[in-house]
């Protein structure tokens, strides 16, 4: 083994000390006053509650799936280390979140209390918050796999080398499914729970009763800030460890066809790792580019974030061209998928901007539409979100064509482990990259302990640019979630053919090739199957936010009625109750798209056959991709254009424009927050599970008549 | 050739007479009183104004489009009848259109001056409008097909064989592209015309002013009147002459392949035409049955309507069988392909009715979220709408899944011949289904002619009765057009296939076969370019109307506020600027989808290669469909959920969850009339497109040096 490997493990516990050593950093500061307190215990209490609630459900989802993988595994379909790192990475995935999110909601009152004091305090503390999210996803995520690929080696070290590489890389591919599973029950179950909350509160709230957000004397405000932390903060983290890990799982998994024979099949492993080793280095030494004087202003806070995120990718790819060139000498084109995904990372986030931020006209023109009515605000809505798609897809195709032929250079199985690699170049500065996006939830957050705890004017101000600013360079570690799941599913797909292979031969005796020609008809059912699937996922989720929120404003026009002296803050709500609704629902309605996407592949698998599993992994990755970012940046575009008129445009707030920017962003939220990111974790899961089960599915179809 | 041919022509002219006979027959009925026959001479002038209009401007483009397809064909890269069936399929298409507005503005006030009689009455008169409207789409559709055929036939009588059905099929292919594209302009214009006038109509005039629907003090009334004519009605028989021709078409195209060599291969070539004149037949005949007493109740229509429709469809199977079994003794078994897509069609009915109608729970349960707001009411119909998708597509797969085997038996270029062969039994019956689809804005109308002439409340009462008497059938209606549209494009992107074949041979000297594996990198470049394009012109569509019903909005607000008297009903509204903003705003926005369509497959096939273009049109396809039947359902779903309420439920008309309820209406109303049937011509325009161009992309790209 390259000594290189070993940067891998390394960098991982170095990210995890830092963020060790930052996080003792943020606790030591003071938390502020004892309301203030108070507010972040409840939050922190109701958290913490939900989370238990919900790790107890997806446990016994991970116990029977367990199980069942256990006897495909006894009946020597599969390698008996599957069920095991199917279990870890489902384990790691939710750690990721639940850290986050526990130095989230202990650093929400502290940037509060800083905030206080000035803009760029609080924002140190709650964007250290962010880089310990960032850092202890990719410190985990690379420390796990490292961990994995250290034991699988030593078990099957007898093996012969190719063989050896396949049973590693399809084992780790079991460890990708249990963190997509992980991550996908955490966006919807979280995703849920905080839109509903959001909605619920907001609707009545705002207004119905016309009390400012995060009023105390809403009944619904402490459910919405515990929403933020499960869903904004511990989804989010779950949910990008997963997309971490898949990316480097599916470039190993391509690297054993594409340098077979070579003599460099185990540096072509070994490099997805690396890169994501040197990508850790260059996200900490970034993270200190990160500083501006102690009275700067926003714009002033703005360029030093960019600072860090532009500083960190520039250094990873330097480095990255060297451990390419040293590890893959003959190969070193790799590097320009690398490179290309770097820079589609980078575009993708600027037209994510373009499209979300209202310095540009497209939010503008929703803002602009409230006059009119909330009707017109929608319609606008849909259309610059279904816009925006467009050049972001573009971009996408343009770095698949680019990473397939510099770093192919005629070879295709080369050419498509560069599309994977791309995915890892994207994602290599996730932590820094991922601070920027984690720390925005922390600050809102904030800004509802100054609300809760009536603070003086300035700091809802302060913790609102705060936020406002986290919205701007989120739009970057967007682009990078959402590029990355794209590439990382076509790799994956691309993996699903080579793994036909190896299975038919292992399981059935026989080489079993894909008929991938677009007009094979099971091909072709299977597309049209696959396409449908994230329109169901999504509707599922939409429908359990919209419930679940009608529950919540009803619960909250109950009490508003019923309790005295409410209104006139004599009273307090009972916080407790829109917990508790929130909560049932959110676990009752996420476990459908999680099935979905679990069984789905399984039973095309046994109607289409393994052809129509092609067809039906690249027809979801075909509507899934253009759908989530179509939810992703109408979600963000109605939110902002909600913002621009609050910035008294239009009227302002309390204004009929207003009120029409409300339905918007409304409707927006479970679009951007829960649905949209759902899918990009579906994708790549749907893909993984159609690998895992391939032994089955092969077995069994072997059977269907209309099969053979 | 057989004899059976005939029966296609004279089944045509059949059709034309009877829908002559239909015409003459209504319009000896009375019109009303003069009031009544001056709204409707208002609506007229407007429509007849604004088609004028629109027609204009198709020309221009028909004009460029036609010299550009004569230079090809000067270049020798085409036949020279191309152009010229180009320029006859759009003037037929539009044609369709202009004869059933004609019909249906002049039966408007006949509909409300029968319904003053009773129910069946006015059922009679709109219903036999709607059925010229059907007669004229198929009986001009398939006269044209026929005539081209007979003209082709004789002009390459001296051509082998084989090469003469591929030069009459490709050029046919031309005459479907003029329809398309004719059609798409009529969908696009009309419909956004007609929602912002009917958005901005209602904005102001039922929830800010508080005045009933189609009020006369409403600016806006003769526009949205106007609007349901060109768009709802002429825009519609557009849309389906393009649907029913394209479906004979794609099946002619692939009859080539599909029996060459087998001495059936003209009889092939004939039978879609047959199967389409059997269908006007059964179609005459069915409307027979539709028949009830003078007293009779709205379910004993629905029942005399379904009787028309299903007698129809039985008929037409059991024909169908008898003319199979004669042209191809030898592969009747092309029967079974029949059978599905007319049964395919019938259970895609079924399920829309089943989500779209206020008897199942889907839309009443978006009735129940308006209690909470609009924004719930808007994410439980995007729910409602995605997850209608599912069911409808599930029966698409299944259509394609039987046609290919249960035609092909072994045959795979058969089994897709099967697939095209479905389209056209799934339309054969087109005749009476569009008759129950089109009969519905004419009702719409006929209510509007009520309201405004003042005509006591059971008059209103009876004309709203047929409106929703129609939106129930017209879910058949609208089953069938989807579900063709699906199986028509995948036929034409199998005919794609065959083509580059043909034309790579004929202007290149050497045969190109394409590499369709879904791992071909253009390829994939391609469906992620493909299926991004349906978003971008959903997109620009809804801009269009969101932006044009603001305009109609603050219109309609400064008559309201500038013109004194207006309000008490003592002066007249100046209905005429209303209808200019919309013509101006339609005429302007409705040229960027048609040209998407067009241009974005040259591009891509300069860019990206042939499989590139086979990528591209897969990738269109799965997401297109996806999105036109959840845009299609969502917004029937939100329109009857808005009935729902105002029959009395949930508070009724004029109460908050009526007003919520409204804002669904009004963001449904563009998504089913406008983006979504223009996503199904958009998916079959571009395969033809692509087609076409062949000649031209196969030459250029064959320079591109990244193609080599």
Known sequence: MSPLFWSAPVSAVLALGFALYLALNNLRKEEGTEPMKQVAQAVKEGATAYLKQQYKGVSIFFAIVFVLLLILALLKLQSPFVPFAFLTGGFFSGLSGFIGM???????????????????SGLRVAFSS????????????????????????AVYASEPLIHKLELITSTMLAFGIGASSQALFARVGGGIFTKAADVGADLVGKIEAGIPEDDPRNPAVIADNVGDNVGDIAGMGADLYESYVDSIIASMALSV??????????????????????????????????????KAEQAVLLSALRRGIYGAAVLSAILAFIVTRWLLPENW?????????????????????????????????????ARTSPATVILEGLSVGMRSAFPIVIVVVVAIITSFFLSGFGSPEIGLY???????????????????????PVADNAGGNAQMTGQEPIVRERTDALDALGNTTAATGKGFAIGSAALTALALIAAYRDE???????????VRTLQLSLLNPYLIAGIFAGAVIPMVVSSSILKAVARTASKIADEVRRQFREIAGLMEGK??????????????????????????????PVIVGLLLGPEGVAGFLIGGLATGFCLA????????????????????????????AHKASVVGDTVGDPLKDAAGPSLNILLKLQSMVSIVVLGLVLKISSYMPWLK
Chains 1, 2 share one sequence.
Do not use: H
């Not at 202990?106 to 760029?120: G, I």
């Not at 540096?267 to 970034?286: C, E, K």
């Not at 916080?575 to 999680?594: D, G």
């Open 333 to 369: 084109s790799v590097y320009w998928a690398i490179l290309s995904g770097l820079l589609a990372g980078v575009l993708i986030g600027y037209f994510t901007e373009m499209f979300t931020s209202d310095s540009y006209s497209p939010t503008r023109a929703i803002s602009a539409e």
């Open 418 to 440: 560069g599309i994977g690699i791309a995915a890892v170049g994207m994602l290599s500065t996730l932590g820094i990259t991922l601070a920027t996006d984690a720390y925005g």
């Open 102 to 120: 526990s130095i989230g909601v202990r650093c929400s009152a502290r940037t509060t209390w800083a905030s206080k004091q000035s803009l760029n």
């Open 130 to 153: 962010g880089m310990v999210m960032g850092l202890v996803v990719v410190g985990l995520g690379l420390i796990d796999i490292s961990i994995w690929y250290i034991i699988l080696n």
């Open 257 to 294: 066809v594409a340098f077979k024979g070579t003599g460099w099949e185990i540096n072509g492993i070994l490099l997805p790792m690396v890169l994501a080793g040197v990508g850790i280095i260059s996200s900490i030494i970034g993270s200190f580019f990160v500083r501006a004087g102690e």
């Open 500 to 510: 036909v292979r190896v299975v038919s031969q292992r399981f059935l005796g026989e």
């Open 629 to 656: 970012i179509f939810m992703a940046n109408a979600g963000g575009a109605w939110d902002n254009a909600k913002k621009f008129i609050e910035k008294g445009n239009y009227g302002g707030k309390g204004s009929e």
């Open 571 to 600: 009273t307090k709500p009972d916080y407790a109750r829109a917990v508790t609704i929130c909560t049932k629902a959110a676990q009752k309605e996420m476990l459908s798209p999680a099935l979905t996407a679990i069984i789905a």
